[in-house]
């Protein structure tokens, strides 16, 4: 079954925090594959999470 | 060791970071004072392996763990209900939930302001968030502490705690390429 780009966002966001299920993973990465919006979104999710966590350690 | 008065300079940075996460000035204050005391309590260990704001920030993230945890306590949050409205993360998408706008690609000027000027940003970002929303954020993104802490000290479940880091981190990205990146999409 394939995920439209709300529910994959919301995927994005959840694998920050945890291990995503085998068949979430499979659908997600899928999707990415097809979907460059998605894909950018991904990337931009962890680079804010990457300077949260900088700016956190007071770097 | 460290000068109090190097200590002392870190103040304002110390404020930000808090004010960032509690929301409060009076509380916020507080946990300043409380870190500012044990930093020059303990000034004599530091032997400068970090900077002084990196020390300095890892006594503050234990002492906003406990404030925070006080502070779900005492301090009646929104209602839930409230928090869970989905309208804004709605709005992103058209009826079949694709994006409503391409995502630009951000490069390296976009990426060097995020990661340059985070506290900046956040501020007034989260502005506009729900304060539990913002709270949640700041624990998991800025501090980086488990969902399972997290939940705990929201009061809240797993998922409602995945749902508001997920509408935080939809706002922060939306108020960055709209305010500060000048993507203006929405």
């Known amino acids: 079954m394939r ?4 529910q994959a966002s919301r995927l994005i ?3 920050l925090d945890r291990p995503l299920s ?4 499979l659908r997600l ?14 990337r931009q999710l962890q680079l804010m999470q990457k300077a949260a966590r900088k700016a956190g350690r007071g770097e | 060791m460290i000068t109090p008065e190097l200590i002392e300079a870190e103040r304002p940075y110390l404020l930000r970071y808090a004010l960032a996460q509690l929301r409060d000035r009076q ?9 500012l005391l044990a930093a020059l309590e303990s000034r004599k260990s ?6 002084p704001r990196t020390w300095l920030t890892s006594i503050l993230r234990f002492k906003l763990i406990d404030a925070v945890r006080r502070q779900s306590r005492e301090v009646p949050l929104e209602s839930f209900e409230d928090t869970l409205d989905d ?11 694709h994006w409503q706008h391409a995502i630009r690609e951000w490069t390296g000027p976009e990426q060097e302001l995020v990661a340059k000027q985070f506290w ?3 501020e007034r970002c989260a502005q506009v968030m729900p304060r539990r929303t913002a709270m949640a954020f700041v624990m998991r993104e800025v501090i980086g502490m488990e969902i399972a802490d997290i939940c705990n000290n929201l009061g809240i479940t797993a998922t409602n705690c995945s749902v508001l880091l997920y509408r935080a981190r939809m706002s922060l990205r939306e108020c960055l390429e709209i305010r500060w990146l000048g993507g203006g999409a929405a």
């Open chain 1, 3 to 6: 995920i439209n780009c709300k």
């Open chain 1, 13 to 15: 966001s959840d694998a």
């Open chain 1, 22 to 25: 085998k068949s979430e993973y």
């Open chain 1, 29 to 42: 990465r899928i999707h990415l594959f097809l979907c460059g919006n998605c894909s950018e979104f991904s």
């Open chain 2, 27 to 35: 509380a916020a204050d507080e946990v300043v004072q409380e870190t």
């Open chain 2, 46 to 51: 530091f032997v400068g392996k970090s900077a």
């Open chain 2, 87 to 97: 309208a804004d993360v709605d709005a992103l998408f058209d009826a079949s939930g």
């Open chain 2, 120 to 122: 900046e940003v956040f």
